[in-house]
Each structure stands twice: as C-alpha cells, then as structure tokens.
C-alpha cells in the first residue's frame, strides 16, 4: 500500500493499524532549532482521545506521544521526527462477526477489492484511529508557524441541527463534548445524539476551520494552490465527503457584486478587505486575511441497525457492528481538520520562504 505521506517541505508520513501493537508516524522537513517536547504535542492529542464521553467511542486509548528521534535537548534537530503512540485498549474479538462480511457505506468492499485482503478488526488501516498521528504532526506544524497562526475549530452543524451564528462563541467549543460553538445549541444537540446512539444509528456533522495570521503569499499557481493542496488534506480524513473553501457552494447563490471582496488602504500601507468571501486565498494564494474552510463528514457506517450487504463468498448477508464506536465521528474529527489545516500552512510556509527568502510575510503596498 502506497500513498502514506503528504506534504512536501514539511511532510508526514503515518503507519500503524487500529488494533496493532501501535501506530506512528515521521514529520520531515521540519527547521532545526524549535523547542518541542512531548508536552507540547499531549494537548492536542487529548482533545482528540477516545472515551471522554459517552458521545463518543468508549474505547480507551491514552493516547501517550513519544518522540523517538529528530529532538536533542529540547530542541529540534532538523532530521526527521519520528512519534509512537502504543495501542492499548483493542478488543478485535468484536469484529470476528464481521471478518467475511462488508460494512456498508465502509471502506471494506474497496480494500478487499483492491488488495484481496484486509485487516478487519478495527477497519485496521482505513480506521479513524490513523488519525491520532495526524494531531501529533499538526502539533508541530504550529511548532513551525509561530503563536501569530491561531487555528481553531468546530462542529457547526451535527446531523440535520445546526448553529445559530448570531452567538457563535469560539471559546465555547472547548467548554461541550460536541465542539459546538454556539451555547444555545448544545442541549439539543445532546438530546438528539443520545436517542440516535440508542437507536444504534449515527450522524454525520460539518466542521468549521478558521486559521488567523496566515502570512500573506502562500500558495502558488497552478498546481500548488493553497486551497487545492488543503482541500486535499482535509478531504484525506476519514468519512469526509465534502469541503469547500470560504463561502463555499453557498457563493453560488450569490451575484458578483456580494460575492466580490472588495478592498481599501489601512494603515501602514496594508490592504483592509471589507469581507472575505474567498476565505482568505485569491488565485491559490493567501492574501493575509483568516483562512476559512469547512469539511462535511459521513455518518460513521459501523452501526447496530442491520443493513443488507454481501460477503467475500459472494453471499448476500445482512451486517450489524457490534463494538465501540462514535456515533458522530465528526465530533473527533475537529482537532484532526485543525492538525491537517497546521500541516497544510506549515508545508506552504516553507515551500514559500524557499522560493521567494527575501520577500516579507506582511508585504504592503507603497501609499500615495
């Protein structure tokens, strides 16, 4: 199996199974001289832990980094990072059920089809437990930004229920399991989780990204657009089916005048933009203002309701999951679109200081 590295400059590459002894993964291409410790990666990883509700899997998993290489002294080295964290809570009996069988609305039909085998217990390499890595690697990504780069993220809508902006609350979302921003909605939000965990059903979420102090002038045309090489990244997370940048599907809808950002001098020779549409990237390119994406996650397709489906004998068969799972794995999956987001900016950081070492991060504009 290839493909399990992205990024250029800063590039991760993860291994590992859900139900193996461990998973990992390498960040290269990360500057020399940054402070890093494992407690500087721990946090993000416990926001992404398993069992910390009951709206989540109740697997539990501590999650503890360790760095192996690539730090001396609290500082790094600039020769690839290597991170373990070591699996301790598998129960791969709950899968023995399903071994023959494909979970519909799950990547089993497509490894079996593609590879003639696959690691059932867990989904193994397409399991959302990959993910853990990603989070330690966005830890560094913001390593490399600097505390300028603020990136934040939530659950802006679960299932059919969504926020009301009027009362969006950024630092709401670390205060209820749902990362919801938006304090009104969490009560029903809750009641609405719980009788669908009950139902043994699951369902799907949208995450909102926002990263502030983008440098200005990352990104680059034509095939190394900021965006692209975003939408990608976040599109690589587990049961995301959809991701638009800024505005979104939704500029569709609207006619050039209320879609066009328009723009005047500020201070300093700075370009204030009136809106940001474009959620921040022009052409591929950042243009300084906050970079806005978000990302519409599936329901998770292992669920207690039985489903119709077919076996590798070629047998139709219907297929429920018993075991631990989320019944909204879009809840985990906001500090994992926010890793993936670091990843993305850190990559660009560097391609863009490589190509252009003299250009500054804040350009401006001469005033007359």
Known sequence: MSHNSFGHLFRVTSWGESHGPAIGGVVDGCPA????????????????????????????EPDQVRIL??????????TPISLLIENQDQRSKDYGEIKDRFRPGHADL???????VRDYRGGGRSSARETAV?????AIARKVLGPEVVIRGAMVQMGPLGIDRTRLDWA?????????????????????????????SSLGAVIELVAEGVPVGLGAPL??????????????????????????????ALDGEANADEMRMGANGEVDFLSNHAGGILGGISTGQPVVARFAVKPTSSILTPRRS??????EVEVLTKGRHD??????????????????LADHLLRHRAQNPDAPLRPRLPRN
């Open 327 to 344: 019944p909204c794995v879009g809840i985990r999956a906001v500090p994992v679109g926010e890793a993936m987001l670091a990843c993305v």
């Open 223 to 252: 095939y190394g657009k900021l965006d692209a090489d975003l939408a990608a990244a976040l599109m690589s997370i587990n049961a995301v089916k959809g991701v638009e940048i800024g505005e979104g599907f939704a500029s569709a």
């Open 134 to 138: 990603r989070v330690a690697a966005g």
């Open 310 to 315: 077919v076996d590798r004998f070629g047998q």
């Open 69 to 78: 290489s690539g730090v001396f002294e609290g500082l790094t080295t600039g």
């Open 110 to 116: 497509a490894y079996h089809l593609k590879y003639g």
């Open 172 to 200: 709401e979302a670390d205060r209820n399991p749902f990362f919801c921003p938006d304090p009104g909605a969490v009560a029903a939000w809750e009641e609405k989780l719980s009788a669908t965990r009950k139902a043994g």
């Open 33 to 60: 001289g940054i402070p890093l410790t494992e407690a500087d990666i721990q946090p993000f990883l416990d926001r992404r832990r398993p069992g910390q509700s009951k709206f989540v899997t109740q697997r539990q």
